[in-house]
């Protein structure tokens, strides 16, 4: 079955990873419809990625013109019935798998396009759940990009048991050839192929400083210097949210019921201090109101 190039693109939450995800479609020439439940939140949502198309202005990355037609292309809506004529749309909200299986039997029941691509960019959730969930399982897919989205080349793909080869193929060329993106595809398994690596890693490292085995610092300073890796583990617990990474951690443990994925009880501790990392303003580090770490 044919089906046409995609060029009209909806994003549903503009938190961090649906601002991210609605950017980069804007600078790739795609109109984006992004869903928030408020005007504050959209507001919120549409500062964020001015801020993120002035930095690409800044670092020569886009030209100012580049930048202004990427803002024209973004519109804002708070009902998910504008969706119906969306080609792709990309779900980027709190990882609850409750939150997303509703979003997705509405949506399946708005978006018109028998090829349409119903994507969820969650960390974690298995996306038969959010499958099952609609009527068209064949149209759902994962589509997990990551965290800074303008700057990580990266999207793995997730095609459930049911997801249809048409819907495949065309997230997959929508990624690449109009992204611009690498891909790469996973099993659908709680984590798929980044987060059941990273998540281990990162609970590890939290154990570390909960038993007093090093300082936040020190751990952070190995692995950068001894792996060079971009940031250290707490430093990326606090990119990415605490939240966020204990929401992970409980989907993974409910997959597989390994120790390792088990969420340490500092990290329940801080999420439940609401000290939940850098979108927060403090998390292992405290960070000023431009994002950089201001106390170590
Ligand atoms: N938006 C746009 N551009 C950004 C950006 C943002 N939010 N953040 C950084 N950049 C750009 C900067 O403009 C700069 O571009 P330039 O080199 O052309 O000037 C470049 O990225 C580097 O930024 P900085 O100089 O400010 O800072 P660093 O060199 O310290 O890099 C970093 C910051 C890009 C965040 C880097 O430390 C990094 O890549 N860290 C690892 C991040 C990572 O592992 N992310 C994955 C998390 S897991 C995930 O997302 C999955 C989820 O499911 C949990």
């Not at 399946?108 to 996306?127: E, G, K, R, W, Y």
């Not at 609609?134 to 997990?144: D, F, L, N």
């Not at 800074?148 to 793995?156: G, R, T």
């Not at 500092?266 to 994002?291: C, D, P, S, T, W």
Request: proline fraction near 4%; aromatic fraction near 6%; charge should be negative.
């Amino acid at each position: 079955m044919t089906s046409e190039k995609i060029q009209r693109v909806g994003v549903i939450g503009a938190g961090i990873m649906g601002a991210g995800i609605a950017e980069v479609c804007a600078r790739a020439h795609v109109d984006v419809l992004v869903f928030e439940q408020t005007r504050e939140l959209a507001a919120a949502g549409r500062s964020r990625i001015l801020r993120s198309l002035d930095r690409g202005v800044s670092s020569g990355k886009i030209t100012e013109r580049e930048r202004e037609q990427a803002a024209w292309r973004l519109r804002f809506t708070s009902d998910l019935g504008d969706f119906a004529d969306r080609q792709l749309v990309v779900e980027a909200v709190v990882e609850d798998e409750k939150v997303k299986s509703e979003i997705f039997t509405e949506l399946d029941s708005v978006v018109t396009d028998p090829n349409a691509v119903l994507a969820s960019n969650t960390s974690s959730i298995p996306i038969m759940k959010l499958g099952i969930a609609t009527k068209s399982p064949e149209r759902v897919i994962g589509m997990h990009f990551f965290n800074p989205v303008p700057v990580l080349p990266l999207v793995e793909l997730v095609t459930t048991l049911k997801t249809s080869s048409t819907v495949s193929q065309r997230a997959e060329a929508f990624a690449s050839d109009v992204l611009g993106k690498q891909v790469v595809r996973s099993a659908d398994r709680s984590g798929f192929v980044v987060n059941a690596l990273l998540v281990p890693y990162l609970l590890s490292a939290i154990r570390m400083v909960e038993s007093g085995f090093a300082t936040k610092e020190d751990i952070d300073k190995a692995t950068v210097l001894g792996l060079a890796h971009p940031m250290g583990p707490l430093a990326l617990t606090d990119l990415v949210g605490l939240d966020t990474v204990k929401s992970i951690a409980d989907s993974m443990y409910e997959e597989f019921k390994e120790p390792l994925y088990s969420a340490p009880p500092l990290l329940l501790r801080m999420v439940e201090a609401g000290l939940v990392g850098k979108k927060a303003g403090a998390g292992f580090y405290e960070y000023a109101e431009n994002g950089r770490a201001s106390k170590k």
